[in-house]
C-alpha cells in the first residue's frame, strides 16, 4: 500500500512545472481570444446582415411606391399644364404687354380651359 503524497510533495510538483502551466494557461487564453474573435465576428457579420435586409426593405418600399405611382409623364403634364416647353407661352387671359392705363377697367376675357378635358377655374369653388 502506497501513503498519500504530502503537501510538500504536491507543491513540489506543481513549481516544477510552473513554466509548463504558463505555456498551457497562454495556450487556452490564445485560443478563447481566437474563438470569442470568430464567434463575435460571425454575430456581428449576422446583425450586418439583418440590419441590410431592414434597409432594403424600405428601399424596396420607397421604389415600388413610386413605380405604382403616375409616370413621369404624368407628373411633368400635371406640374406645367401641359407641355413644359409651352409653359412660359402667353394664355388666354393674360396682358398683352403695353402702357396699362390706371382707373380704366380692362375688358373681362372669359376663362378658356387649358385643354378640353379640364374646368375653368372658378375661385370661389370650394372642393369637399
Known sequence: MTAAPSA???LVRLLADL?????????AYAEGYRDGHRSG???????????MA???AKLRRVVRGTAAGPSHAELEHRRWQ???????????????????????????????????????HTPDRRSA
Not at 21 to 26: I, V
Open 8 to 10: 510538500v510533495g504536491v
Open 19 to 27: 513554466d509548463g502551466q504558463r505555456r498551457r494557461e497562454r495556450q
Open 41 to 51: 465576428w460571425d454575430v456581428g457579420y449576422a446583425h450586418a446582415c439583418h440590419e
Open 54 to 56: 431592414t434597409e432594403w
Open 82 to 120: 401641359g407641355r413644359r416647353a409651352d409653359f412660359g407661352r402667353p394664355r388666354p387671359g393674360d396682358h398683352p404687354g403695353g402702357p396699362v392705363q390706371w382707373g380704366v377697367r380692362p375688358p373681362t376675357v372669359p376663362v378658356r380651359p387649358l385643354r378640353a378635358d379640364h374646368p375653368p
